[in-house]
């Protein structure tokens, strides 16, 4: 009965906008179906260097579903894009969706002492007034937010999407020729506490950071990675410490092999490079595989074609929730 309403339900042609950095995504969303059309922005800027934006086809896109594809990598692209966000939904479109693979400040979602700045919620407040089109509240689809409690901070104006990347993972762990020696780890309680009802059907190890003296050293709280194809979970990784530490303490446990999986690969300041395979490096310390998304394109830029990474598009799952 599902699969027969799923047919029977109208499918949407979506005219998709996207930023500058996301350009090559949003062309393998667009490959992914016929209904999906690609919409230019003119990004430009002025001699004092404030936006000087031009929404292409502007009248086109009037009563049609449209969506933006963003990416805020930095704060400096962060005005330029909600400057076109807000103006989208005000073009008289009959839906409006935005699509957020990363929320950037996903991990600043607390405070743990008076003073703190939960920037998670300044951001999530900032999207919550993206205008209202004449379809009603935004649709803002986000892979793999850093806590799902996040959902708390929009607003009604707009209706939180959360997908995942997992599937993804599954899919490559499948094809892989050791693919039944697999065993998925977490590099801390949180990270099982997010992934572990996804992935429930590989043997799991979870470790943990433990304070010795005036270190905190990671250790295995539960789990055997002896002789296994053991693959790091995570939502994120930003310096990439705690996956080395990781994968030093599962290899001295007797893993075959240590490999990561992060859903957003942010590595700021080009921290990606302490992964890449070098011919003088001790190969008992270098991961096997080292799977991203390209929820981060400058990311994906940076590492194409370094062993041992390997980018699992979005694009198929994007087109997807554009039909939602």
Known sequence: ME???????????????????????????????????????????????????YINSAHDIRGQHVAFLASFSSPSVVFEQISVIYALPRLFV??????????????????????????AFTMARILSNIPISRGGPTSLVIYDIHALQERFYFGDHVLPLFETGIPLLKQRLHQLPDADKIVVAFPDDGAWKRFHKLLYHFPMVVCAKVREGDKRIVR??????????????????????????????????????????????VFPKGSWEQFTHKKDANSANAFAYFWITDSCPLTVKAIESKTPFEVLSLAGSIADALQI
């Open 94 to 119: 009959a839906s409006f969706t935005l699509v957020f693979p990363f929320f950037p400040t996903g991990s600043f979602e607390r405070m743990e002492e008076e003073g703190d700045v939960a920037t």
């Open 3 to 53: 699969i027969q309403k799923e047919l029977q339900r109208p499918k949407k042609q979506v005219h998709l906008f996207y930023c500058v950095e996301c350009e090559e995504l949003a062309q393998k969303v667009a490959a992914q179906s016929d209904l999906i059309t690609l919409k230019s922005i003119n990004w430009r800027n002025f001699a004092d260097g404030w936006p000087n934006l």
């Open 220 to 265: 295995i709280k539960e789990g055997n990675p002896t002789g296994c194809h053991v693959v790091i979970v995570d939502d994120l990784v930003q310096s990439g410490g705690t996956l080395i530490e990781c994968q030093k303490v599962l290899a001295a446990h007797g893993a075959a092999k240590v490999s990561a999986y992060v859903t957003h690969g």
